[in-house]
């Protein structure tokens, strides 16, 4: 049971009687019992003629998963097997992160009839969304009170990554294709394997000129050379505490996802094989012996639930799930964080036992220059600079350029254990690895 704001209203117009009637003899108490009394009737008639909400049956229609940032229409059939119609206020019980829109729904269903309830879910959180319960207030005829239930109605969303990092694929695939020998451009260079056979045409380079079929064709014939294929690239995306780290829109967590969806990508249609593995002491995700277009669909529902964990990564364990995965991997990308040194210390210890195996790329996403070296803007120069800026603005310049060092140190220490390393901006990164990876694809090193 439950009661409507017009309860108090009801009870406050009882102000009247007990201010006339005491006058007329009638003690003060007799009046207000009286009237409570008599709102209390009131209610309890309310209350019975309301239609019972637990006659009700639902039925949930959502679809399964949406993309982060994207609608998700979300619909209630409601059912009313009572015999009174009800007249109703529902409420979801989807948590806050979900955007449901309007928190109270309207029901007004006659007896025998169903009615559809739609609502806009604009999910602002990635991950799993659920509600288990549904609400209904159903009113009596006068509005003052009314009977409440909670109905059991499981649902769940998954809200996918956005893969907003897909507008690089096309540019890249462009270039991909450069690489397989589909256009004009040829390339070559140690590790390529060789495609086939042309004719010569000005502009060749004359290294690539077979003088055997010369021979026997009678023409100048050019061989043709294509990257090597069915190559194994292993993405790790670091899980641990450095990956919570603000940068950009997000965390370093959904910079790393964005990465991996577009070199996963770029590599799947490369004809290379794509292991993605998220890590920190416990493996997270695992994506592994997935082809085609298959990739990118388990990737993205794999990657939804994670979420970044507040504690220091184990690599030696990391690199041993890399070789469960892969015996013999062409290359792997531990997208990760490489700014501070006490931060990276037993990172890089355990580096050169991957390095000495394979070809290794670590990226990062960076959070960016923290404060310009003129806060005023270019044109203050000198003194003048000097005089604009604060204490503040100096303290966070400096702050920034120690923060700078810091990663140069890191990188210089990755290089000399044998990796190579990519620094860049949350929405630079993905396109910034995939230039790395075809580049390695186009000069034979993968």
Known sequence: MFVTGRFP??????????????????????????????????????VALAADPRLLTIR??????????????SELIVGNGGTRAMRALVRDGWQPTAWA???RLRLDVPAGERRILRQVLRPVRRGELRSAFVAVRSSGPL?????????????????????????????????????????????????????SLREYVRG???????????????????????????RHIVIVVDTGRTSAVRVGDGTRL?????????????????????????????????????????LLPALVDAMAPVEPQLLDTDWDAAFG?????????????????????????????????????????????SEGPAVSASPAGPEVAGRDAARTRTAADVYAAAAAERAAADARRVVAAVERAGGEAVTASADDLPPRVADRYLALKAAGRL
């Open 101 to 103: 829109g309007s928190a």
């Open 254 to 294: 959904d910079a790393g996802m964005e990465t991996a969806l577009l070199l996963a990508a770029l590599a799947a249609r490369a004809g290379d094989h794509v292991h993605v593995l998220m890590f920190d002491r416990v493996v997270r995700a695992r994506v592994s012996r997935v082809e085609g277009p298959a």
């Open 143 to 195: 509005g003052i009170a009314g009977r409440q239930a909670v109905l059991d109605a499981p649902g769940r969303l998954r809200v996918l990554p956005p893969f907003r990092a897909r507008r690089h694929l096309p540019s890249r695939l462009a270039r991909l294709r450069e690489l397989d020998g589909n256009t004009s451009v040829q390339v070559r260079g140690q590790g390529t394997e060789f495609d």
């Open 204 to 230: 060749d380079d004359v290294r690539s000129i077979d003088w055997r079929a010369t021979a026997r064709a009678g023409t100048t014939m050019l061989r043709t050379w294509r990257p090597e294929r069915d």
């Open 9 to 46: 209203l009801l009870v406050a117009l009882g102000v009247v009687p007990v201010v006339l009637l005491p006058g007329a003899g009638v003690p003060a108490w007799a009046v207000v019992g009286g009237w409570m009394l008599l709102c209390l009737g009131v209610a309890a008639l309310d």
């Open 321 to 365: 799930q890399v070789r469960a995965l892969a015996g013999h991997p062409s290359l792997v990308v531990l997208v990760t964080a490489h700014d501070d040194p006490a931060a990276a210390r037993g990172f890089l210890g355990s580096l050169p036992a991957l390095t000495a195996r394979t070809r290794v790329l670590v990226a990062t996403a």
């Open 60 to 73: 949930r229609r959502l679809p399964a998963r949406t993309l982060l940032g994207e609608p998700a229409d």
